[in-house]
């Protein structure tokens, strides 16, 4: 059960008693309160980071049911799959989800995040904005139950982490690329300030490394993330760099832009360019081609991120060597990639 602050420990920290911490932290009028005793009560307030609870104070200790859960992007299928899978646990074990959109603000996130702990919900499951370390302070420090999924909280390490191995989903896909002959690639990544999820670029110059290829034939750009920023890289580093054979998308939103521009643009796939992606949207295996891609397993994440909240409610210890939960990814091939090897004289 998490450790939040109570009137009675404000109301000690401030020399007096929990009724009048209560009349100041409510702001009720009609009974006259020193200013002093008002600046001592909410000054202990704030130190010791109270938060009022919304619900009836017939809760106390009791379990609410409710897990919350953030995500950045409903648009994105990796996240409404983790949603859907994490719901299936939930459901079976009686409870019901509050589900919400930080739409990646960092300032939305805290605001959120906030009138949950209000809720005093029995648990937070959260992909989080590039504050998440610093928005999730409180909630760590209460003790109150939390599941991160996808992106790590940089900066803090003793935390319950599912996620994907982000620098092997840019490792395989980039390593299949040169597998087939292509020794000039571009990569359409994200400027995401995140650690982990800058390691899909990292991994592809890592993988012209490790296979003796010229890092000059890897051309990398970065970007915003949505499907307009998408075609707008494609576009650009097809122009600086027209000798490229193949584009690796690192995210599927970019992807789906992308890959709008080059049938827009007569760019036939792959006879032309080859395209490999990260994630596995659902057009992705629309038509008689598909696209080769390198699956996150969403699905699981959902469903160990669930399970693992629940044994957080359940009381259950996590020892420290299993706080962090990394799946692998697995590379799915369609007809996207085209093998030039024979193009370059068999040359691997």
Partial sequence: MANFTTLKDVAARAGTTAATVSYILNDKKGRYVSPEMRDKVLAAAKELNYIKCAGASSLKGKHTKLVAILVPQFENQFFTRIISAAES????HGYDLIITNTFDNPVREKDILYRMVRQR???????????????????????????????????????????????ECGYKGAEYLIEKGHRKIGYVGWNSGISDLDARAMAVLDAFFDHGIDKA?????????????????????????????????????????????????????PEKLSVALIGSPEWAYVG??????????????????????????????????KLHIRQDCFLVEAASVKDINQERGGII
């Fill in 89 to 92: 646990v939930f459901v079976s």
């Fill in 121 to 167: 919900v029995d648990g937070i499951i959260i992909t989080p904005t590039v504050k998440g370390f610093e928005n999730t302070e409180n909630i760590r420090q209460a003790g109150m139950n939390l599941v991160v999924v996808d992106r790590p909280l940089s900066g803090a390490d003793d935390y319950n982490w599912v996620t994907t191995k982000n620098y």
């Fill in 217 to 269: 034939g890897c051309h990398i750009i970065n970007g915003g993330f949505s499907a307009d920023e998408g075609r707008r890289m494609t576009r650009e580093i097809l122009e600086q760099h027209p000798d490229i054979t193949a584009l690796f998308y690192g995210f599927n939103m970019q992807a789906v832009g992308g890959v709008d521009y080059l049938c827009k643009s007569g760019i036939a796939i």
């Fill in 288 to 321: 008689y081609n598909g696209f080769t891609h390198v699956d996150m397993d969403e699905y699981n994440l959902g469903i160990a991120a669930a399970q693992r909240m629940m044994d957080l409610i359940n009381g259950k210890e996590i020892s420290p060597e």
